[in-house]
């Protein structure tokens, strides 16, 4: 991941070295995909393409019916943007890609009470530890609007994206250590409420991206 991340600028100079027309940037943004390394090339006035990639890490507490989970989330992705500029003038730009996409989120519960579980209750001994995962689709598509200043010059431009990724329904797994682990009717019970978390984190699948950066142009 790291090496992909550090290819990102040589990348852009290679894109921009194939044509002399091209004009390569590069630059570092702040996103709610993460802290990112960016790359860009304009093809002409009206077409550009851009690649990044952005990592972030940080913890979330959320409840589902009687359970409260911790969260370990982890962002990891790269992506590739078209970008479209109807009036390159202003810099504002239409944009259509995909993204590698690692988004994941580690999910615990340490319940110190009884507690409902699909439904039946159950004691702290008998549940034990929940433990599970949260996964979604590899390849995500991205589509939204940004804007670039300066774009024809050369120099310090500023950027701004607002846009959105479909990641796909999340995959939800769920386990319990407790001694009621191997039980039929607990292990029933257990999915019904790994079908409750996977409904709870079902919106996630539409993942708001917003974004801002500076890039230098050569």
Do not use: C
Request: proline share 6%; no cysteine; charged share 20%.
């Amino acid at each position: 991941m790291r090496s992909a991340f550090l290819a990102l600028p040589v990348l852009a100079v290679s894109l921009a070295a194939a044509a002399p027309a091209q004009a390569a940037s590069v630059g570092a943004s702040v996103s709610t995909n993460g802290v990112g390394i960016d790359a860009g090339v304009s093809v002409t006035p009206f077409f550009g393409i851009r690649v990044d990639g952005a990592t972030l890490s940080f913890d979330h507490s959320f409840g589902v019916d009687d359970i409260d989970y911790d969260a370990d989330v982890q962002l990891k992705s790269l992506g590739g943007i078209v970008d479209f500029y109807p009036f390159p003038l202003v810099g504002f730009r239409v944009s259509a890609g995909a993204r590698l996409n690692w988004n994941e989120a580690d999910v615990t519960a340490s319940p110190n009470g009884p507690r409902q579980i699909g439904g039946r209750t159950y004691t702290p001994a008998q549940i034990g530890s929940l433990e599970g995962n949260v996964e979604f689709d590899r390849l995500a598509p991205y589509a939204g609007i940004g804007w670039t200043s300066g774009f024809f010059g050369t120099g310090l431009q500023f950027i701004g994206d607002l846009g959105v990724l479909y990641q796909g329904s999340p995959k939800v797994s769920l386990r319990a250590t407790g001694g009621l682990a191997a039980d039929p009717v607990f292990a029933a019970d257990l999915e019904r409420e790994r079908q409750e978390l996977e409904d709870d984190v079902e919106d996630f699948k539409w993942y708001p991206v917003i974004k801002i950066g500076v890039m230098y142009k050569f």
